[in-house]
């Protein structure tokens, strides 16, 4: 497929994207069940599988582009969650569920001869799913939210779900698994954070132009404008940080570890700036339920800590570097970003 085929089909994608989350982005505070077949029936969740197994056969770079537009619209819907089973089930030769399939943020308990105890918890839309997808133990797991004996219901400060389920010897299926979930729920939120900022800058943009204050926009005055080029800078830095990590995963078909660490510590620090410079610049109006600026800051604050935290990021970066040694730093790195897609 030539250059300018992608291209056309990544606009193709965006567009029909960005249609549908802008128009289900307006209704948020509807039903989970109202809003969920619109994505579902539109294909989103077969992006990332092959169009021989009838999906969209895209790449991650698509995914990128899609799941950016699902954060600038604040959209209330587990669409990376259900990407990214959706393509681990299909790797995996195990069948999707008729459904929602989420993944889960942490699994604990034991996988026995085809039977799980335990728990899974930071479930996205947990209580929504037909299907979880973990991984314990060198395996990934499909759970059937019906086999759950107790569903606890949790929120993040966004309001999102993020719920914990415990099973008993529930039967599961299972095939061996090297993929790092952790990675690629971090890889999601990195992709939503770009969206996120770059919906959060615009707004306050605007606002400062139309915020009227001794007589002219308050745009106008230098000490705003440098704040907004730092929020600029910020924004930009999280897009091409999330860019390099999901080419990367195309590379290296989905294990891009250094990458997304590096990724999502970048996301996750230039988060304090975006949103504080958001709020500071809006003043009161930012927090009020009627604009459109909370329902972004909320969660980004939110998807900070979710999939990693700065300091777990941190830390596997340094134990990678070290592991490595010093004269081997440079070297990786550049081996790394000189490698070429399959």
Known sequence: MSDNTMNDNQSLL????????????????????????????????????????????????????VLRLAGYHALPLPVGESVVAT????????????????????????????????????????HEAAGIVAVLDGHLILLSVD??????????????????????????????????????????????????????????????????QFGKPIGKFQALQQNLAVFAEEAAAVNCAGQAAFAAADKYDGNAGFEVAAAKLRANMAIGIGTSTAHQLHGAIGFTREYGLHPLTRRLWSWRSEFGNDRLWSQRLGRWVIAAGADAFWPNLTDRSDAKSA
């Open 14 to 65: 965006t567009d029909a994207a960005g249609r549908l989350f802008a128009d289900l982005a307006v209704g948020r505070d509807a039903e989970f069940t109202d809003l969920w077949p619109s994505v579902d029936e539109a294909g989103f969740p077969l992006l990332l599988v092959p169009e021989g197994d009838g999906g969209f056969g895209g790449s991650w770079k698509d995914a990128f582009a």
């Open 87 to 126: 393509w681990l089930l299909n790797r995996s030769g195990l069948e999707r569920p008729a459904g929602l399939a989420t993944i889960a943020a942490r699994t604990e308990g034991k996988l026995k001869n085809g039977h799980f105890t335990g728990q899974v918890s930071g479930v996205p839309w947990g």
């Open 147 to 212: 086999d759950a004996v107790s569903v606890a219901r949790q929120e993040n400060p966004a309001d999102e779900p993020r719920d914990t389920l415990h099973f008993d010897k529930a039967a599961v299926a299972y095939a061996p698994c090297t993929t790092d979930l952790l990675a690629l729920g971090a890889l999601i939120r990195t992709a939503q954070i770009a969206g996120a900022m770059d919906a959060a800058l615009a707004q306050s943009i605007a606002y400062a132009n139309e915020r009227v």
